[in-house]
């Protein structure tokens, strides 16, 4: 089975822009959480979706959001990019409703990079 | 404080030495996971646990839900051990419940 992709692996954006981040799940993985990993803060959980619904969110500005697909792909939004944005974002799926309660499959991360 | 705390932060060992680090944490919690990331951020999933003892190979985890710890333990450290190995949490109750919050991560680097 393919692994968890992400697109694109490395993205370079300016202040005030907005991006887009992509995740394909393992085939069959319906939840999909997305987690964002800094020097400073380290990894932080942005937000879980489940059949196409938000189940969960962490303590993010309303800048940040997702959406998931009828084929469990997810994409993860962010707008007026701030400096502080830079980060490594991960996804990681995981089998049908366990979400971050059960064994969680990461990607390889998009960076992002803020100028 | 942070919900979830790891130590050591760093951890220098040679190899074939028993390495183990440590994990508490201060919130109810349905089960914990531990995770290992190398240079270039891939990261991998070890344990998931919500009781006990589980083992992988070299690596054993532990938990101890009544006193809120965790510990991650290797036998016989290799030099491709050496990564970030980071606990993370899953809430169990209030307005977190379900939300992992991980550990600072532990730097571990083992010499041959």
């Known amino acids: 089975k393919a692994g968890v992709t992400q697109t694109p692996r490395y993205l370079i954006k300016t202040r005030g822009q907005q991006v887009t981040l992509s995740c394909s799940p393992i085939?069959?993985?319906?939840?999909v959480s997305w987690y964002q990993q800094t020097p400073g803060q380290g990894l932080q959980f942005l937000f879980e979706?489940?059949?196409?619904?938000?189940?969960n969110k962490g303590n993010f500005p309303g800048r940040f959001s997702g959406r998931q697909f009828s084929n469990s792909r997810s994409e993860m939004n962010v707008s007026t990019l701030e400096l502080g944005d830079s980060a490594l974002y991960l996804c990681?799926?995981?089998?049908?409703?366990?979400?971050?309660?059960?064994?969680?499959?990461f990607g390889p991360g998009t960076r992002l990079t803020v100028l | 404080k942070n919900e979830v705390e790891q130590s050591p932060q760093n951890l220098t060992a040679q190899e074939g030495e028993f390495i183990t680090i440590n994990c508490s944490y201060s919130?109810?919690?349905?089960?914990l996971h531990w995770l290992q990331q190398h240079p270039g951020g891939g990261i991998v999933s070890l344990f998931m646990?919500?009781?006990g003892k589980k083992k992988h190979g070299r690596l054993i985890a532990t938990i101890n839900i009544q006193e809120k710890h965790s510990s991650l333990h290797i036998t016989a450290s290799h030099p491709r051990d050496s990564a970030v190995y980071i606990c993370?949490?899953?809430?169990?109750?209030?307005?977190?419940?379900?939300?992992?919050?991980f550990g600072q991560g532990t730097i571990l680097t083992v010499h041959p």
């Open positions: 993370a949490a899953v809430n169990a109750g209030g307005t977190s419940y379900g939300k992992l919050t």
């Open positions: 919130v109810g919690i349905s089960a």
């Open positions: 990681a799926s995981s089998l049908a409703g366990g979400g971050p309660r059960a064994e969680q499959f």
């Open positions: 979706y489940f059949s196409e619904t938000q189940r």
């Open positions: 085939s069959g993985h319906r939840s």
């Open positions: 646990l919500s009781s």
